[in-house]
């Protein structure tokens, strides 16, 4: 359906991103009609959220020391075209805005009422992968470094990049190919690693380990130090079956993104996807997906393989919504190898315990757990947030595999300084610094044009 427009509007075009607009009599709501769905909005909260005149609050104008009465808008109407389309209010208090309308369809889901089926449809989450669904993309080293490419083309190849690991219809996981040789000894050593230049490349940075330092790689080697300090200590020894887990599953602020890379000798390696855990787990025992998501904590168990500060702690929830979410996932928590108990409330624990259990079950499924085998060059890297790695035995030794990891807030901040330096382009600034990173997703879908995408 399309609405008549106030005076002086546009008239719209198939292609445009608002096909119409109207107010309700009283002007508290307003009504915007997208090629794909109709949402109606509080004129309020348009009023608070505009940003061309009202993105600074001082004591005067912050929201609670606003009269309770609401604000109206007079008239609505849309001007510009394609991905500078606006949606123009006028309000009852003098004043006026011009609402970007790739940011308005972003930020409808959010706070807007559906007026349309198809809306609704297009909210349906992700199921994850299984292993004979899963296609996992192979990017080459030399699109990650070429030799010749403008600021422009490094972003738009490193967004592209991004997506196809963190996207949200991605596998979460891509193969880098066409690697240079390496230098055994530097990376044995934690320097110069071909492991770390590709994230840094991504991200601008890995983590910083409190005892390795700057840059420094970890490596899961047969041979090495680290080896021998393992030896007697059995969720450490990296001989043995290491069940899919998340690293820094029991740190406060987990790293996001890891890379693995094959320096020496060869292991069956195994990654699982915590979407389709979950999905399996709510269709066969939908008592139990509740349990696992509420159960406040899990206790680890000291692993003397670290020092002091590195010992294991609590931590909160196995699986983490994203905020405001109730079927969202933002995060896994997971790491069998070094979980002792549940804190768990007494009435809960016997349903907490058993749901741990039947995810783990679920989770070593042949039809849920990807088996390859990891040899010298290869190189993967993978969403720590929605995946579990492990490792099912070693086939050849020695054995060198070098870690690198990125901590979630460089991931943040890189994926949105790329969004935004594209988005920039065709909408101010400030309507777009303060937005949460799915809608800037969606934003620039919509300025790409592919506004029926769902990845």
């Excluded at 292609?15 to 709501?29: A, Q, Y």
């Excluded at 196809?164 to 991605?170: D, I, N, R, T």
Aim: with cysteine; glycine share 6%; net charge negative.
């Amino acid at each position: 359906m399309a609405f008549a427009n106030g005076t002086g509007s546009i008239e719209p075009k198939p292609s445009d991103i608002i096909l119409g607009c109207k107010k309700c009599t009283h002007g508290n709501k307003v009504t915007v009609d997208f090629p794909d769905a109709v949402f109606t909005f509080h004129a309020q909260w348009l009023h608070d959220a505009r940003c061309d005149d009202g993105a600074s609050k001082n004591a005067a104008t912050a929201i609670c020391q606003q009269p309770i009465s609401t604000v109206h808008a007079e008239t609505v109407q849309l001007s510009s075209r394609g991905a500078s389309m606006t949606l123009d209010v006028t309000w009852d208090d003098g004043l006026a805005s011009k609402f970007p309308a790739i940011w308005l369809r972003a930020m409808a889901p959010l706070v807007a009422r559906f007026d349309s089926p198809e809306a609704a449809l297009k909210q349906s989450g992700v199921q994850g992968w299984l292993v004979d669904t899963l296609k996992i993309p192979e990017i080459s080293y030399h699109e990650i470094f070429p030799e010749e490419a403008e600021k422009e083309d490094l972003d738009n190849i490193t967004i592209n990049i991004l997506d196809q690991l963190l996207g949200k219809s991605a596998p979460g996981i891509v193969k880098i190919i066409d690697l240079p040789d390496p230098n055994i000894e530097d990376e044995r050593n934690h320097k110069n690693n071909i492991n770390t230049q590709v994230l840094k490349r991504l991200f601008g940075s890995v983590f910083v380990h409190p005892i390795r330092g700057s840059d420094q790689t970890f490596n899961v080697s047969s041979h090495s130090d680290d080896a021998k300090r393992a030896v007697g200590i059995p969720n450490y020894d990296t001989t043995q079956l290491l069940l899919p887990h998340s690293d820094h599953a029991f740190y406060d602020n987990p790293i996001q993104v890891q890379g693995f890379y094959g320096l020496e000798g060869e292991s069956e390696n195994t990654w699982v996807s915590v979407l389709a855990i979950l999905a399996t787990l709510k269709q066969e025992s939908p008592d139990l997906y509740e349990h696992l998501c509420k159960a406040p904590m899990a206790l680890g168990r000291v692993s003397r393989f670290y020092g002091d500060p590195l010992y294991q702690a609590t931590v909160d929830t196995a699986i983490t919504m994203e905020p405001g979410s109730q079927d969202r996932v933002k995060r896994v928590r997971w790491h069998p190898n070094l979980t002792g108990s549940l804190l768990s409330p007494y009435d809960e624990y016997q349903k907490a315990r058993l749901a741990h259990q039947k995810f783990d079950e679920i989770m070593r499924r042949d039809t849920h757990q990807l088996k390859l085998i990891f040899k010298p060059g290869d190189l993967y890297i993978w969403d720590n947030f929605r995946l579990l790695h492990g490792r099912e035995r070693v086939l050849e030794v020695p054995r060198t595999g070098v870690g690198q990891t990125v901590p979630e807030q460089v991931v943040h901040d890189r994926y949105r300084a790329l969004h935004v330096d594209v988005l920039k382009k065709y909408v101010d600034e400030r309507w777009l610094i303060h937005m949460p990173m799915r809608q800037l997703r969606e934003m620039l879908r919509l300025v790409k044009g592919h506004y029926w995408l769902d990845g």
